[in-house]
Nanobody, 128 residues
């Protein structure tokens, strides 16, 4: 079972930067999709922010394109989200997620219910 632990959340001023990290362990299969999601209100649906495939292909939500960068260190099994030029509307709990593909596959959706492994979340607060 894949286990994920986020870190790096903090409070920053608008225009600032943060780098979130997600330590991942317990992979079973080679093919997987990793992603960062946000939840602005507890209980609300988690929204996809950025995804990365095993081969490094990335996908971003339109609102963060050019400001956020998802990356992975395969040697250390760490997923990152570099967040630059932060805005108050980026305030949320951020979660990393993983979905493995036993028969091979690629990231195909931002729908949170399609991901079955989650971290506990890390809070990002951006003040104006």
């Amino acid at each position: 079972q894949v286990q994920l632990v986020e870190s790096g959340g903090s409070s920053v001023q608008a225009g600032g930067s943060l780098r979130l990290s997600c330590a991942i362990s317990g992979y079973t299969y080679v093919s997987r999709c990793l992603g960062w999601f946000r939840q602005t209100t507890p209980g609300n649906e988690r929204e996809g922010v950025a995804l990365i495939d095993t081969d490094g292909t990335t996908t971003y939500e339109d609102a963060v394109k050019g400001r956020f960068t998802i990356s992975q260190d395969n040697a250390k099994n760490i997923l990152y989200l570099q967040m630059d030029n932060l805005k108050p509307e980026n305030t949320a709990m951020y979660y990393c997620a993983a979905e493995e593909f036993p028969d091979g596959g690629y990231c195909y959706t931002f729908t949170a219910t399609e991901y079955h492994s989650w971290g506990q979340g890390t809070q990002v607060t951006v003040s104006s």
